[in-house]
Each structure stands twice: as C-alpha cells, then as structure tokens.
C-alpha cells in the first residue's frame, strides 16, 4: 500500500505538472490530443450550455403554468412528482437507447438534472405572489395577461433564478457523471479516460477542471442574476 | 468550557470525522490462509479461475479464496490491486504491464490465456479500411484489447484518429447489444462477447486477435509484491490450483463449458464459438511481455495511439521485465 501512495495520491506539484501537460500542447504538435484539456472542457460547456437552455426554457414555462393555475397543476402534479425523485442518472441505459451516442444522451441527461429544481423553485415563486399585489393590480384595471407578466413573473423572479442556480449545478454534475458512458469526449470522459491509463494526477487535473468551471458558471449566473434583479434589497 | 478544551474536543472531532474515511484504504491484509483475487467482467478468458473455484481445486489447496469483483475492466482492477483490497487478480497483461510501469509493487506469475480476443462487426463491414469513421468500442484504454486495435490499425496504416473510437465508456457486455441496435459499427473485446454477437447473426469476426499477433499473451495472474513476500504458500497453492483448473480445461472440454455456462450464463453454442479462438494456458513468456511493452511504446510514439507508456516510464526493458514477470511459481 504504502509501496503505491504516489500512484493513488498524486501531489499537488504532480497536479500542477498535469494540468501544464494537459492544457499546453503534450508531444509533438498537432495531434489530435493536444491540449485536450481544452477541447474538452469546451465540448462539456456547449453539452451543459444546450441541455440547461432547453431545461430553463421548459422548466420556466411549466413552472408559471402549473403555478398561476390551478387546473394546469392538478393536471401535471402527480405526473411530475412520479418522475423527479428517479434520478438523472437512472435514466442514462435509456438516453442511451433512445438517443444512441455522444451529444444528445448528455444533453438529455443534463435536461433531466437541471429540469425540475427550475420547475419546483419558479411553481413556488408563481404560487409565492403576494395576493395584495393581484389585487391592487386588478383594481387599477390590468387584464390577466398584464397580471401574470407585470405581477407574477416579476414576483417570481429571484425564486427562478434560484431555481436556474441550482439547476445549472446538477446539470454540470449530470454532464459529467453521462460523459463516463456511451461518451468519447468531454471532461468526464477525460476523467475516465486517464483513472483507466492509471494518470493519477491527471484524473485529478481534469476534476480541478471541473470544479473551476463549475465555479465560474455559478457567478456569471449571479452576476446576471444581480443584474437582473438590481431591484432586490442586498444584504 | 475553555478555549483549549474547545481546541482539544475540536481535534478528536475532526480525527474521528477523518480517520474512517482512511480505513477503508489502509484495511489488514488478508490472513494467511485467505487470499482476495479479482477477475474481470464475463470474461471466458478467466476460465481457470471459475474452475478452480467451482471444483473445488482451491480448497484442495488449503487455501480460502475471498472473490472480489468481477471488475469491468482491468486498470480498474490493478487499482483495487494497488489500494490493497486484493492480493492477487485474473487480469489482461496490458494492464498489469501498465500498473508496473506505474511503479505499482506487483509480479506477474503465471499465464491464463493466449489469443480469444476479436475485432466483432457489423456483416457489411469487408475490411479494416471500411471502419474509416465509424463508431468502435472497446474496453478500457489501456487494455489488451485497446492496445491491439492500436496495432491491427498500424498495420493498416491507420490510426485512432481515423475511427470514432469509444474505449473504457461501453461495457463488454452492452458491446453486443450496441452492434445490434446500429449505435457502433465494431469492437474489439474479449470472449465470449464476440461469441454473441455471431451466434445472434448481426455481427462478425472481421480479423481475430491472432491474426494481428499470434500466440499472443492475454489474461495473466497478478499478484502484490508485498503479498507474495509474506505468503509465498498460498501463492504457491493458487498457481498450483489454477495449472490443474487449466488441464482440466484441456481434459475435460464438456464440463468446462458448463462452468463456463454457469459463471456466463451463456448458450452452450456460444461457448463452444468462444473456445475455437481461446488457448488456456499457466505458462507466460518474459518475451512476450518484451514485445507487448514494444508494441506499446511503438504504438505511442508513431501517433497511431495517445501515448500511454513511453520509453522514459521503462528505460530499461529488459530490467523492467525481469523485475515484473516472476516465473518461480509455474516452475514449482
């Protein structure tokens, strides 16, 4: 055991090295893994940047729906309830099936993972209207268009974009765990990939990797989310 | 309470959080007359081992074998390997070539199998040339199987590049099953996988193992360094165990594959597919190792694969292999 620590606990200096090795062009230039680091890391962000566009444009959509009506929520409820405790990752021999290799299965997955935290935190920003405000909205003559976009949605903004926080995150946990099967690029692939060549310190630069981008995505979205919200009393 | 106190009570918090999450690494060996061998996922290579196991031929030796796995791959067997949580494992030799290049402390003592391994395809598939972008699998990079398609490649002045190459993220046993369904063209893996995709009649074995290397070396057994050191007997015992599970194989053809059906639950006629392509065998050749760390390093260095080990990782080859490959144990 002790014989083998350098192989199962790369230092950081070796991690260092890795991530030089693995961003900087490694060997002779212009072969295909040349700073695959990169390449990589790229192709996980427009999985992740695809999968959660379509998750927030559906999640935001169902979740005001199912939030400002009753009969649309009594409706889909007990459908959604049934299929968000089942894990993204459960579903990836399905993806698999149905969408065969490489983008779509990811994107897919990455669907499914930022999906319903959107959904659940935008239905509850819906449902968290303040009733005075529909009111005094209604008196001064809005027609129910005017309420639910100049009363509702607004109401129901910083929930949404805490719902979009969330959903980003499991989304980029998602992408990584699907690129592990049925996948030949991507961070998690790359993780796989040199766990398998037995690159300790490798595996960890790819995970470091992860961790950066996954901090990086989580304050633009709160840089937007500022922005957006600059009407919010900050602490 | 005091700061100190605080201090203190904060410490063996922290070190009753932390030291579990440790054990787990650092668990005590096995007891002498018990020894933790690894085998890798429905691979009829690692016949021996299901003999020895189910006729009893371990036992016979005195020997407790704690079964661990099966694995889905070999470098992820030569990493429980490292981290202690095996003594010994029915594993391809390129990742056991790869662990010692590595510097994990381990020997190779005996052979399992020579050749059994194909690149399966789909019928309209005529040549190695047809593949030219089309989806492949195989097992782990780093595998045998990897490293051979890598070769059969070379030979047809070919590359990685030129394939859309899924190694390591489709298991052997899903390999079958995404050649039927469309979603890859070939793979190269171990048997009885490609056994199934002919018996089903959707695929077929475009160029064999042997034919790229004949007589080439496959499944090994691999044992820790430091487990070899203080149990030289039961190691005996098990390589003594797994000769007999190999003349048995070769003696007794019928009831090897119904221990073979047994641990793969496999039709008997794939079975008898698989075995027209497997040799088993205990003996293992330093030359053969030679050529196979050779190949790889060749392979890395002409581009036809991402390099995985280099001249730089084995300096000295003939060093190299005299200190991994140990024939004492077949020799006994």
């Excluded at chain 1, 062009?25 to 893994?33: S, Y």
């Excluded at chain 1, 490798?202 to 470091?208: D, F, P």
């Excluded at chain 2, 048995?248 to 008898?272: C, H, M, Y």
Aim: with cysteine.
């Amino acid at each position: 055991m002790l014989a083998n620590l350098p192989q199962l606990f790369p230092t950081p200096v070796d991690v260092l090295k890795a991530l030089y090795d693995l961003l900087i062009a490694p060997g002779p230039a212009g072969l295909p893994w040349a700073g695959e680091l990169w390449g990589n890391t790229i192709i996980s962000l427009w999985r992740v940047l695809v999968g959660f566009a379509i998750a927030a444009l559906s999640g935001i959509l169902l979740g005001v729906a199912i939030g400002w009506w009753r009969n649309v929520r009594d409706l889909l409820e007990p459908i959604i309830e049934i299929l968000r405790p089942i894990p993204p990752l459960a579903w990836i021999p399905l993806a698999m099936l149905w969408f065969g290799l490489g983008f779509t299965p990811a994107v897919f997955l990455i669907w499914l993972g930022a999906f319903f935290p959107i959904l659940l935190n935008t239905v509850l920003g819906m449902e968290s209207t303040p009733k005075k405000l529909v009111e005094v909205a209604r008196t001064l003559g809005a027609n129910s268009g005017q309420v639910l976009f100049k009363v509702g949605v607004p109401s129901a903004a910083p929930s949404i974009m805490a719902g979009l926080r969330i959903g980003i995150g499991i989304g980029w946990m998602c992408l990584v765990a699907a690129e592990l099967t049925g996948s030949n690029s991507g961070l998690g692939y790359l993780i796989m990939y040199y766990y398998s060549t037995m690159e300790a310190a490798k595996t960890v630069a790819g995970m470091l990797m992860i961790g950066i981008v996954g901090f990086l995505m989580f304050t633009a979205l709160k840089k937007v989310e500022d922005k957006l919200l600059f009407w919010r009393v900050q602490a | 309470m005091l700061p100190s106190m605080r201090k203190l009570a904060f410490l063996v918090f922290a070190f009753i959080l932390i030291v579990p999450l440790f054990s787990g690494l650092s668990c005590a060996p096995a007891t002498p007359e018990m020894v933790r061998i690894g085998y890798l996922l429905g691979d009829l290579h690692q016949l021996p081992f299901f003999v020895a196991q189910d006729r009893g031929f371990f036992k016979d030796g005195g020997i407790n074998v704690q079964v661990v796995g099966p694995f889905d791959a070999g470098p992820a067997e030569m990493d429980a390997l490292a981290a202690n949580q095996l003594d010994m494992g029915y594993v391809g030799i390129a990742p056991s070539v790869l662990a010692a290049a590595r510097k994990i402390d381990l020997s190779i003592i005996s052979g399992v199998n020579l050749e059994g391994s194909a690149l399966a395809t789909e019928i309209g598939i005529n040549s190695v040339t047809d593949l030219k972008s089309k989806k492949v699998a195989t097992p782990a990079p780093g595998s045998i199987q990897y490293v051979m398609l890598g070769m059969l490649l070379s030979q047809n002045s070919m590359s990685f590049a030129d394939l859309e190459l899924f190694p390591g993220t489709i298991k052997p046993p899903d390999m079958p099953q995404s050649l039927q369904t469309g979603r890859i063209s070939g793979y190269f893996v171990w048997e009885p996988f490609v056994a199934k995709s002919l018996a089903g009649g959707y695929g077929k074995a475009l160029i064999e193992s042997r034919e790229i290397w004949p007589g080439h070396p496959c499944c090994v057994v691999v044992t820790r360094n430091d487990f070899a050191l203080n149990n030289d007997k039961v190691v005996t015992a098990v390589i003594n165990a797994h000769r007999k599970a190999v003349q048995f194989i070769g003696n007794n053809p019928a009831e090897a594959r119904s221990i073979a059906q047994k641990w793969t639950r496999l039709d008997a006629d794939v079975i008898d597919s698989a075995f027209t392509r497997v040799k088993y065998t205990y003996a293992l050749s330093k030359d053969d190792v030679k050529r196979f760390v050779r190949e790889i390093i060749s392979l890395g260095e002409s581009g036809t694969i991402k390099p995985i080990i280099t001249a730089g990782d084995v300096p000295d080859l003939d060093a190299f292999v005299n200190k991994v490959v140990d024939l004492q144990y077949i020799q006994r």
